[in-house]
């Protein structure tokens, strides 16, 4: 698996996210310990959007890597071809799950928009933009579960497909921080 362009602009999201966090959790901490009334009172909640929208981000990367929770005992325990077919179905379904999630996330990202939504904090942010991070994740995702749809329906290689498989990207180049090959 090569980066894609998909790949670098979600991971730089994610990172920038994650740092933004960081620096608005260390300006409110710096603030409240050494100049009290200059500390910013909406740090925790900037901090959980920020929070909120990187982990939506990250599902999607999950979905690429194969790092989402599924039962792998049960799929090492069958051949490469019942493997296939079992990941099809866990797509199909993951599919539907997500598309589904999508939806109804649009549908609470209207109703706040037309609501016209805010904080109850001094910072008054428009609560769709929060609730956006819902369905963009699950659109994200979805995209994911198509790509490995039809890589399982027409381009399986039950040499690099399988559970347990480890890829290249991952084995590192030796050292004690490589992953052992198979």
Not at 90 to 99: M, Y
Request: hydrophobic share 50%.
């Amino acid at each position: 698996m090569r980066d894609t362009w998909w790949d670098k602009v979600e991971r730089t999201l994610i990172g920038l996210l994650g740092l933004a966090a960081m620096i608005v959790g260390l300006v409110q901490v710096v603030g409240r310990y050494v100049a009290p009334r200059y500390a910013i009172s909406w740090a925790e909640e900037v901090i959980v959007y920020l929070v909120v929208w990187g982990i939506m981000l990250a599902a999607s990367q999950l979905v690429r890597t194969d790092g989402h929770v599924r039962p792998d005992l049960v799929l090492r325990a069958v051949s490469p071809r019942v493997q296939r077919w079992m990941e099809v179905a866990n797509c199909i379904v993951a599919l539907a799950f997500c598309l589904g999630l999508a939806w109804y996330g649009l549908s609470i990202v209207e109703t706040s928009w037309m609501l016209d939504e805010r904080s109850a904090s001094d910072v008054q942010f428009p609560m769709w933009l929060y609730s956006a991070a819902v369905p963009t994740g699950a659109a994200l995702m979805s995209g994911r579960y198509f790509v490995r749809l039809y890589r399982y329906l027409f381009a399986f290689d039950p040499a690099t497909m399988t559970v347990g498989h480890i890829p290249e990207h991952e084995r590192g180049a030796g050292g004690a921080n490589a992953l052992p090959l198979e």
